[in-house]
């Protein structure tokens, strides 16, 4: 496999498809990263819940790591989300300002509807109500607590249906199918 430029290390953009744990190990019958990557050493930066989809990035380069997934950075996480309900400006004005979660309220986010986006069909498919509309926002955060996006829709009355992370500040999942990774580019290094 081919090497970036940044010496000898690796740094792998993934995307995770449905059902798939954001680790190497898992239970037996179980979905890991190691059923699509073979690069020793790489560990993602950060986590997407097994529910989820989308950007991963793995590195074997403790610096990098670091600066992505140390809060103090505030990096930028973006996610298409697929909401049931007819998401309302108020509820995205709600999102914007920060929401009370459990024991914290979180930092503002950027929220706007959007179409919805041509993305590959998920594996199951989410469940449809007849009589339930479904919406889907973009959000982009810069925590990333422990399913937060999830929590975070609840807390407006909208429950995620699907949640596919897009970006990790300007790393971008373009050019990928569900189970795809590749090296970044050079170019993509220096915007780390």
Known sequence: MQKTSAGNRNHILFYKPYGVLTQFTGDPGEKTLKDFINIPYVYPVGRLDKDSEGLVLLTDDGVVQYRLSHPKFDKDKTYWVQVEG???????????????????????????????????PREPPIRFRKDIPTS????????????????MTAAVGFPTLRLIRIAIGQLRLDGLAPGEWRMLTPSEMSRL
């Open 136 to 151: 889907w926002i973009e959000i982009t955060i810069t925590e990333g607590k422990n399913r937060q996006v999830r929590r």
């Open 86 to 120: 007819a998401m309302t400006e108020e509820a995205l004005d709600n999102l914007r300002r920060g929401i009370a979660i459990q024991d914290y309220v979180t930092k503002t986010a950027k929220a706007k509807l959007i179409d919805e986006p041509n993305v590959p």
